[in-house]
């Protein structure tokens, strides 16, 4: 997990270009500015131990008293990955980030060696920064130290349908609050790290089992839809060029949250 993403969860910023470098209070309660996805690809058979291994980055801030905060988690459908989830206010408070752990010796030092000896478990890793739409999403934020299961949808499109693709979003936002008013998932539009335009939609739930009713919701949505709003998910359709979801445990080893929500489930978050 490189050092690069060790995340601030904050709450709503002025844009991202605002120079706020306040500390974290805790979990975002409302949807954060920007969101940094670390992939990591492990080797097959190798999981267990470089679950082991990550859990000395937590270790590290923890030693640290740190107060920059990730979530890791582990892919339960398609590549064989483990996915590092962190959210800034902004730019500015993440090069503000790096500067603080950069003059830390003792800290630098131990992620230098843990990001070295991570070469044994993983592939090779990808980086990706996107900024929120918050327009496009839908429903209340989630308790994220209640997340015990995430998905996350990749839509790539065609240069120059971004319009396109963010009516047929909003058209489907509104079907889909009409089949299921209590859904709820986050819109993101990635600015760097892959081939462009792509947008990132995720969501979480408590137990696997509500999957169920997602799928449910999601085939009577488009029975909810309108003429109109059924005519712009066509057009949308034709602006993506591929479209990929997958889902993830979270590993509450590779995870580095604050106290307050280590001590809301100490079964989850403080293994034995």
Request: proline share 6%; charged share 25%.
């Amino acid at each position: 997990m490189k050092r690069i993403i060790i995340c601030v969860w904050a709450l709503w910023a002025a844009g991202l270009g605002g120079i706020s470098t306040a500390p974290a209070q805790g979990l975002p309660k409302t949807q954060p500015k920007l969101l940094i996805l670390t992939r990591e690809e492990v080797k097959i058979g190798r999981n267990e131990e470089h679950s082991k291994h990550e859990a000395g980055f937590p270790a590290a801030y923890e030693k640290a008293k740190s107060n920059h905060y990730v979530i890791g988690m582990t892919s339960l459908t398609g590549p064989n990955e483990a996915w590092y989830v962190s959210v800034w206010e902004s730019y500015a408070a993440l090069g503000e980030s790096m500067k603080r752990h950069d003059k830390d010796p003792v800290l630098s030092a131990e992620l230098a060696r843990l990001d070295l000896a991570d070469s044994q478990y993983i592939n090779g890793a990808r980086t990706i920064q996107a900024i929120d739409n918050a327009d496009l999403s839908v429903g209340d934020f989630p308790d994220l130290s209640k997340a015990r299961f995430f998905e996350f949808t990749l839509f790539r499109l065609h240069p120059g349908h971004e319009t396109q693709f963010e009516e047929a979003a909003k058209a489907y936002a509104a079907a889909r609050k009409r089949a299921d008013p209590k859904a709820r998932y986050r819109v993101y539009r990635v600015i760097a790290g892959m081939p462009t335009p792509a947008y990132i939609v995720f969501a979480s739930v408590e137990d696997y089992g509500q999957f169920d009713q997602k799928l449910a919701a999601g085939m009577a949505t488009f029975k909810e839809a309108t003429t109109e709003e059924k005519a712009a998910l066509k057009v949308g359709s034709e602006a993506i060029i591929s479209e990929e979801s997958n889902r993830f445990r979270v590993d509450p080893r590779q995870s580095y949250v604050p106290k307050e929500t280590r001590e809301t489930d100490p079964d989850f978050w403080m293994p034995k």
